[in-house]
């Protein structure tokens, strides 16, 4: 049984949201005081309160930064529906320093120190953090360069952090990684990413929410605008892309705690919360019906015998169906329609392989509810041995009966005769075992 843990992002998403959602969790706070002091980064402490939310009790994380700690704490205000504005000479604005875009900042020491992506990935790789959680670190980081570098079109090696350079957002991307690898789970997912909605104004001018880098760290994955200001950090898409494996609604599990992380704002009419939730995912036949996924494409260039393969390994990779419909495409070219269906949480996996064995350039999708009716499997004996017969119900009345056709056809052939017999008798003894 596969142990999932699900980034529920309807508030959106931060460094120190993931980390109030991780010790709301149970991850013990002076564990994770002890593992961040191996890190050669002095001048701050760690601080967790519980809050009130719009009415949710959540955790709140803070790094208190020697200096700051006597004028007001240093408090991450992530993540709230509210305006937010990266100022030229300085930060005008409530969202928080949690951000990596190349400006000015009014402060050049101690928290606000600008350091370059080479000096952070020495930090790590000079402390005494355990192997796996430097190495994802320090990939986070890189990562984050690599964004950070291709909006201002320079060299990985050349980016300076500003925002995330300062310690609050290394404690952060550290802590996070130290906490969900704390949490012991199999795969991440995580719902669509609430970027929020405006505009944000950098160094470089006036752009829409999300930032350019946070927009790079989104590439492929599922976001929305619901909500005023920036509620989607670079850190928090940071963490988030880089851990879920897929994203879409809560999948069935049985959950077994849920961690409330908070951002800085109490909005009314909006908890302003991530939500982690973490348990045992149900096995797909114990799954209640819901919601699929069906993706479309149209495919008129591709050899015939890629397409017998192509069904194998959708089905292979979990798609519930898959098949083909013959089209006339244009400049009266005959070709295929490829339609798929699968869970919504297989959607990216199914892209890629669609993408990689076709010749085909897009892919539409949509998501579809469906009502499927309750199913077991009954085995029966037959002259010709034992055979599985599948059995749909819905409210305790029995809609279709149907044996394993290929068990029939095993029998079939030891018997040496006609599969439609063996269908027979093996549905002729589902009927007398029902009636009694």
Sequence with gaps: MSRVAYFDCASGASGDMVLGALVDLGLPLDRLRAELAKLPLEGYRLEATAVDRAGIRATKVDVVVEGEADEAPHVQQHAGAHEHEHAEDGHDHDQGHDHGHD???????????????REILKMIDQSGLDKTVKERSSALFRRLGEAEAAVHGTDVEEVTFHEVGAVDSIVDVVGAVIGLGWLDVDRFLASPL?????????????????????????????VYADGKGELL???????????????GPLPALRPEGVGHGAGDRDTPGRPNVMRLIVGDEMPVEEAPPGRVIVLESEIDDMSPQLFGPLLDGLLAAGALDAFYTPVQMKKGRPGVLLTVIADPLKRTSIEELLFAETTTLGVRWQEWDRTVLDRETVAVETPFGEVAVKVGRRQGRVYNVAPEFDECLVRARAAGRPV???????LAAYHAVARK
């Design 103 to 117: 400006h000015d900042h009014e402060h050049a020491e101690g928290n606000h120190r600008h350091r370059p992506l």
């Design 194 to 222: 609430n970027v929020g909605s405006g505009t944000v104004t950098i160094a470089h001018g006036r752009y829409p929410i999300p930032a350019p880098a946070t927009l790079r760290l989104l590439s492929g994955v599922p």
């Design 420 to 426: 439609k017999e063996v269908w027979a008798a093996a």
């Design 233 to 247: 950090t670079p850190t928090g898409a940071l963490l988030v892309t880089a851990h879920a494996s897929g994203y």
